[in-house]
Nanobody, 125 residues
Framework: QVHLMESGGGSVQAGGSLRLSCAAS????????MAWFRQAPGKEREWVAN???????YYARSVKGRFTISRDNAKNALYLQMDSLKPEDTAMYYC???????????????????WGQGTQVTVSS
């Protein structure tokens, strides 16, 4: 059974940093593409970043230059380093695992088969 568990969320002031982690089990981690999505109250789920199995990374325009996605295949772990946080980054953050596809499809939630339960990030001004 596949299990994804996020951790590292919390409350921080604007300009601060957080590092999210996602521990994966029950899947051949290095064969999957991974991503972070987020959803703020009253808003649709939003793609944040994704990383291919071999390490290529892509970012939403809203986080590019501030967030860094990475993975450690030896530890079956996915990370999201978030710097220069803004109040608009406040959301529940989810990690997701799916088969690798085109860059367009990797931005779409329906591409991903497995999802974690989420970790809350709150940024105050």
């Amino acid at each position: 059974q596949v299990h994804l568990m996020e951790s590292g969320g919390g409350s921080v002031q604007a300009g601060g940093s957080l590092r999210l982690s996602c521990a994966a089990s029950g899947l051949t981690f290095n064969s999957f593409c991974m991503a972070w999505f987020r959803q703020a109250p009253g808003k649709e789920r939003e793609w944040v970043a994704n990383i291919y199995s071999r390490g290529s990374t892509y970012y939403a325009r809203s986080v590019k230059g501030r967030f860094t996605i990475s993975r450690d295949n030896a530890k079956n772990a996915l990370y999201l380093q978030m710097d220069s946080l803004k109040p608009e980054d406040t959301a529940m953050y989810y990690c997701a695992a799916g088969g690798c596809s085109t860059t367009y499809l990797m931005e779409r939630g329906e591409t991903y088969e497995y999802w974690g339960q989420g970790t809350q990030v709150t940024v105050s001004s």
